[in-house]
């Protein structure tokens, strides 16, 4: 007995709409498995926004449709007429390395359409190792780029993609990199600290603390007992000069 194909979401088939329902449609997919379509997940004239309020509206018994797998379930194959993402937000992760198109190019960088449900930032910084005043002495609108993602954050819609990432540093900035690292290297470190010199640096500061602390203290006593003369002196003025 020859084994039934794997089925796999996202993958496109042509079916025959076998019965229509209140709730979507029956499909013949030539699985052995019913596929049924959501009302929810036809499309009307090509618009996925247009709103369908009767599955008849766009499927009829016998037609021949294409269709995307929404969903395998254990009884059912669940079909959309909505064309799906390449990538969905699940899919996308830091490192991975995409294609895509640049689709528009603004001052700060450039939009690459990488077939998720928004198109990825390359930041100017982020489209070559060496210095970039604009992106178009880079890339330009309709090209095609290959790019790593650098950070995807779902709850703002944004996807960051380097194209630098997947480029070999040239030549002269590894030689300014080692020079720095050299650099970093010969800097004199303080030497690790035994637990008895560091006892000693924390008894240090703490009465370092202390003597401030006590400073403090004296400085605004003396300046209350100047005010406590200042206005006595005042009270024994003004007693005279009513005696007077």
């Known amino acids: 007995m020859e084994q039934e194909k794997e089925i796999n979401a996202k993958e496109r088939y042509t079916g025959t709409v076998l019965k229509t329902t209140l709730q979507g449609a029956l499909v013949n997919i030539g699985t052995d498995k019913p596929a049924f379509i959501h009302i929810s997940q036809a499309v009307k004239d090509g618009d996925p926004r247009a709103q369908v309020n009767s599955i008849e509206e766009v499927l009829k018994v016998g037609q021949k449709v294409d269709f995307w797998v929404k969903r395998v379930r254990k009884d059912r194959i669940e079909l959309t007429m909505k ?3 390449a990538l969905e937000w699940r899919e996308i992760k830091p490192g991975m390395t995409v294609k895509g198109k640049v689709v528009r190019l603004e001052t700060f960088g450039a939009f690459v359409e990488i077939g998720a449900e928004r198109p990825g930032l390359i930041h100017i910084s982020e489209l070559s190792h060496s210095y970039v005043r604009t992106p178009g002495e880079v890339v330009r609108e309709g ?3 290959e790019a790593q ?4 954050n779902r709850r703002k819609k944004q ?6 990432a997947l480029q070999e540093l040239p030549q002269n900035l590894q030689v300014q990199h080692k020079q720095a690292e050299a650099v970093q290297e ?28 006590e400073k403090k203290k004296s400085r605004k006593n003396k300046e209350a007992s100047s005010e406590q003369e200042e206005l006595l002196s005042r009270t024994l003025e003004n007693k005279v000069g009513q005696e007077s």
């Open 143 to 145: 090209d095609e780029v």
């Open 159 to 164: 996807i960051k993609l380097s194209i630098k």
């Open 83 to 85: 064309e799906p993402l």
């Open 186 to 213: 010969e800097a004199p470190k303080e030497p690790d600290l035994t637990a008895m010199e560091i006892a000693m640096r924390q008894a240090m500061e703490k009465a370092e603390s202390a003597e401030k602390d």
């Open 149 to 152: 993602v650098l950070e995807v």
